[in-house]
């Protein structure tokens, strides 16, 4: 039976030429991901804009020097020429130190404004006795800032956390799609080859007409999913590419001289193993960049609360300065001087205490915030963890099912040879395999990405 023997060996002749071409390896893609991505380079622009705003803040403590003149003539006659020159120089909360120079000449000046010598240099300074001097405004927002900068931190490693686990998504999608148009293209060739070969055993009158049409047929189906699986993985190589971009924004295009890798590698993937404690979890959830992001909030808040608790004092404002109508101003004479005292205080404090309930409110908003998100990570990890196990299982399973279906494959080889089996039979242990082998593959992806869903699930996936 010459066209059986052809048949038995066209069977199981697998092309493994494409085995030797280069893939494109994880760490490849990842360094690029890493690298180029524009989201990576939006994250400088985070951490940028929050050192921007403490720049920002910290302006509110920068001297300022400024003048006025205020000159009144008619007909002549100058009624009033009045200028000052002032600099202040604030150095702690409220405190500010300031020095400036008067100089105002004129008929009908203002006795107030009135100078023996039309001159005087002034120095002196302004403190806060009550309300400010612990904290006020500037140095509550520059407090606020540097936390800023610390949640700016942690909001670069939750976008590059999330980036990298959905790069990693859509790489091992691309791998599982792959090796699906490969393994269909593998059994197309074989059932091409067979169709071939039992066509020439129908025109030599060996095989009925029947196992040559139904030889086509299966060739015809796998043809047609082959195509199927095909689309797919140009379609997920297309999106693959959105993760793939080189230097100055240029967008980059996979090549089909860079494969994934064939599942054959993807078999030999060792089981990977996880650290299940209750305890290890939560000292790693502590960690995670959205339970530090809530916890910084939490400082903000209680800058603010700082802030609140220091406008229930009373506004009491001690100024002094020494005076000097001398033309120098090397000397001073501390007999003259010109001092003033501003106090206030509101007799219900409503809006102080309500803006303190405000703050307190919305630190017990943090606070549930920050139980809420640590239970859904905990539960997210716990979920990953579990299909990881289950997963895993199922394919060393099914690894043993697809073994079991290739030897069946060959038993029915063997009875096809001694004339007790058909082709459709042959068509049917084949058609099993190939399932296997297509949910084999799905099972190892999807045990891989649940892995990486741990780390993304513990935020330590951009590490």
């Not at 980036?163 to 691309?174: E, G, P, R, S, T």
Request: hydrophobic share 40%; with cysteine; charged share 25%.
């Amino acid at each position: 039976m010459k066209f059986i023997f052809k048949i038995s060996i066209l069977l199981f002749v697998v092309p493994l030429n494409f085995l030797a071409q280069p893939y494109f390896e994880l760490n490849q893609f990842l360094k690029i991901v890493k690298t180029n991505h524009p989201v990576i380079k939006q994250c400088d622009i985070i951490l940028e804009n929050a050192d921007q705003k403490l720049t920002k803040a910290k302006g509110a403590y920068d001297p300022v020097i400024s003048s006025s003149i205020n000159k009144k003539e008619i007909n002549d006659n100058l009624y009033y020429n009045l200028f000052e020159g002032n600099l202040k120089v604030p150095i702690w909360s409220g405190i500010e130190i300031q020095s400036g120079y008067n100089r105002n000449s004129g008929s009908f000046l203002n006795p107030e404004n009135y100078l023996e010598a039309n001159n005087l240099w002034y120095t002196g300074i302004s403190i806060p006795i009550g309300r400010n001097l612990l904290m006020d405004v500037r140095l509550s927002e520059i407090k606020k800032s540097k936390e800023l900068i610390k949640l700016s931190l942690q909001e670069v490693r939750i976008v590059k956390n999330n980036l990298i686990f959905q790069a990693l998504k859509q790489y091992w999608l691309w791998v599982e799609k792959y090796n699906d148009f490969k393994i269909y293209e593998e059994f197309v060739e074989l059932s091409y080859n067979r169709f071939l070969a039992v066509k020439e055993g129908f025109l030599s009158g060996d095989l009925a007409s029947i196992d040559s049409l139904e030889s086509f047929v299966m060739y015809q189906s796998r043809l047609y999913k082959k195509s199927q699986y095909e689309k797919e993985y140009i379609n997920e190589t297309i999106k693959l590419s959105n993760y793939l971009w080189l230097e100055k924004n240029i967008p980059l295009e996979l090549t089909e001289q860079l494969n994934p890798p064939h599942y054959s590698i993807l078999l030999n993937h060792p089981d990977l193993h996880v650290d299940t404690n209750q305890n290890s979890i939560n000292t790693i959830l502590d960690n995670h960049p959205s339970i530090l992001l809530i916890d910084k909030n939490v400082e903000i808040q209680k800058i603010n609360k700082r802030l609140a608790k220091e406008n229930l004092k009373p506004q009491l404002d001690l100024k002094y300065n020494f005076l000097n109508q001398e033309k120098t101003i090397n000397q001073y004479n501390f007999n003259n001087y010109k001092m003033g005292v501003n106090f206030s205080y509101s007799l219900f404090l409503r809006k102080e205490r309500s803006q303190i309930g405000l703050v307190n409110l919305k630190l017990r908003d943090l606070e549930y915030d920050r139980f809420l998100k640590k239970q859904s990570l905990l539960n997210t990890t716990k979920n990953f963890i579990n299909e990881l196990v289950f997963t895993e299982n199922q394919a060393d399973i099914l690894e043993e099912i697809t073994k079991n279906y290739a030897s069946l494959l060959n038993g029915e080889k063997l009875k096809f040879e001694a004339g007790e089996s058909s082709i459709f039979l042959l068509n049917t242990r084949e058609s099993k395999l190939i399932e296997s082998k297509l949910t084999l593959v799905q099972l190892k992806v999807r045990a891989i990405v649940n892995d990486y869903g741990i780390d993304w699930s513990l935020g330590i996936l951009d590490k």
